[in-house]
């Protein structure tokens, strides 16, 4: 499984961007899909994830804010951000679990596979 994200950019505080994620599988729709961000010197942690069924998980800092989405047909995976935060700058990472049929979750080592990674700048 390759992954590639996009659409990380330079944005105003109270702004909006949205992420995706395309994903070269015939198998997409089975895998569940999660997004992680990592701040220059801080650890990376969870953002956000959605399961092969839709169900979506979020971080407390972006819940309300943030909303995953997928679309099977594309085989893409969405990361709508809204009212941006200047503590929401990082590069934020797509990943896809090694494990068909999953949930999802928020632990990094769930995750097989990693896209390479799109920055997020949000200017105060």
């Known amino acids: 499984v390759q992954l590639q994200a996009c659409g990380g950019g330079l944005v105003q505080a109270g702004g909006s961007l949205r992420l995706s994620c395309a994903a070269s599988?015939?198998?997409?729709?089975?895998?569940?899909m999660g997004w992680f961000r990592q701040a220059p010197g801080k650890e990376r942690e969870f953002v956000a994830a959605?399961?092969?069924?839709?169900?979506?998980y979020y971080s407390a800092s972006v819940k309300g804010r943030f909303t995953c989405s997928r679309d099977n047909a594309k085989n893409t995976v969405y990361l709508q951000m809204n009212s941006l935060k200047p503590e929401d700058t990082a590069v934020y990472y797509c990943?896809?679990?090694?494990?068909?049929?999953?949930?999802?979750?928020?632990?990094?080592?769930?995750?097989?596979?990693w896209g390479q990674g799109t920055l997020v700048t949000v200017s105060s």
């Open positions: 599988v015939r198998t997409f729709s089975r895998y569940a």
């Open positions: 990943a896809a679990e090694g494990k068909l049929w999953s949930q999802g979750g928020s632990r990094a080592e769930t995750y097989e596979f």
């Open positions: 959605i399961s092969w069924s839709r169900d979506t």
